[in-house]
């Protein structure tokens, strides 16, 4: 029975999946391709590389452009800490590297936003490091390929896949091995019913002959996730409204969003909360401003929490006499599509006048 290095190699060769950082994998674009990646789709990933790289061709380019840039052609691919992360980078290969992307996945990690499943999966594709690289998909294929029933994330699971990986990676093509188990745990090796009679590993799989592949990889079971009800006012003034910039650090930093904040259980009412929360983020009382209307109501869930942002419709009624803060400004509307946003915020600003 051939090896399982020459049967996923034999899969891929004839069935890699056509993408526009494989086809021409440079560095460059092989980094790029894999900070997108991260907790990411490549359905979704792929318009948002092409736009990308259209606008940063190279290197260079990314480096000099202005962070808020980078983050409004990142806008909607979400964890917008890789995009900060990916700029910082960018400048310091730039300024400290003579330009040149680090060749080794030891040197790779050095850099912002890149941890050790990305200092090898660069440094494997791209410079053809033997370097094991192990994402979620390949760690659910070698959990079913050595029937390993320990949960994900303990010591014994992680060291004895990692142990796995290493063993395997081919001589000469540890960047195509790893593609190609990237492929297969995306495209056939599935969390539920895994097409395993399509499968080029499926004579060497234990979950597949003890019928239990299906329930491997053992994942634990995570605590439910707490939710906030947030309030959110889009106040208007002339032909401007007030946007709020937020912290450089923590979620969506530095991203642009409508002044306001979570409610409290002791909110006597939404829009009472409403008045408290924009008062501390913008001094304005609620003698300043009238609310208009409702937008709307937009649940979204992050990482580790879930929110359901109120939103309302406002105008000033009068100019307070204190200068707004640094981290307020007052847009004209015309230009709300310039300035990157998280996803709820861009849903408020284009449904404003709905």
């Not at 033997?130 to 303990?154: E, F, H, M």
């Amino acid at each position: 029975m051939a090896s399982i290095q020459t049967l996923l190699l034999n899969w891929y060769d004839k069935n890699a999946r056509v993408l526009p950082w494989r086809s021409d994998p440079t560095p460059y674009k092989v980094w790029v391709s894999e900070i997108m990646l991260q907790q990411t789709r490549v359905e979704t990933v792929l318009p948002y590389f092409e736009r990308f790289l259209a606008r940063f061709p190279d290197l260079t380019s990314l480096a000099a452009a202005e962070l808020e840039e980078v983050l409004r052609l990142w806008e909607g691919l979400g964890y917008y800490s890789r995009a900060r992360n990916l700029h910082k980078a960018a400048r310091k290969i730039v300024d400290e590297l003579d330009g040149k992307i680090p060749d080794s996945a030891d040197a790779l990690r050095k850099l912002p936003g890149i941890g050790e499943y990305t200092a090898a999966a660069i440094a494997s594709i791209a410079f053809g490091e033997a370097a094991a690289a192990i994402d979620g998909n390949i760690r659910r294929v070698y959990a079913r390929i050595l029937g390993q029933t320990q949960p994900i994330g303990t010591r014994q699971f992680e060291k004895e896949i990692f142990d796995y990986a290493r063993s395997l990676l081919p001589p000469g093509r540890a960047g195509d091995f790893t593609q190609a188990l990237m492929d297969l745990g995306a495209t056939i090796c599935l969390p539920q019913n895994p097409l395993c009679e399509r499968c080029p590993l499926a004579f060497h799989c234990t979950a597949r002959k003890q019928g239990n592949q299906n329930d491997l990889p053992v994942v634990p079971k995570k605590a439910p996730l707490p939710h906030y009800d947030v309030a959110v006012a889009a106040i208007l003034w002339q032909d401007r409204v007030l946007l709020c910039r937020r912290d450089p650090d923590g979620v969506l930093a530095g991203l642009w969003e409508f002044p306001g904040g979570k409610l409290k259980p002791t909110d006597p009412s939404p829009e009472a909360g409403l008045a408290r929360v924009l008062q501390a983020k913008t001094n304005l009382t609620g003698s300043d401003w009238k609310i208009t209307g409702k937008i709307g109501c937009f649940p979204h869930a992050y990482t580790h929490f879930k929110i359901t942002v109120h939103a309302w419709r406002a105008e000033l009624i009068r100019q307070p006499e204190d200068e707004l803060a640094p981290n307020l400004r007052w847009v004209p509307l015309a230009d709300l599509s310039s300035f990157p946003m998280g996803k709820v915020a861009r849903l408020i600003s284009q449904k404003i006048f709905s």
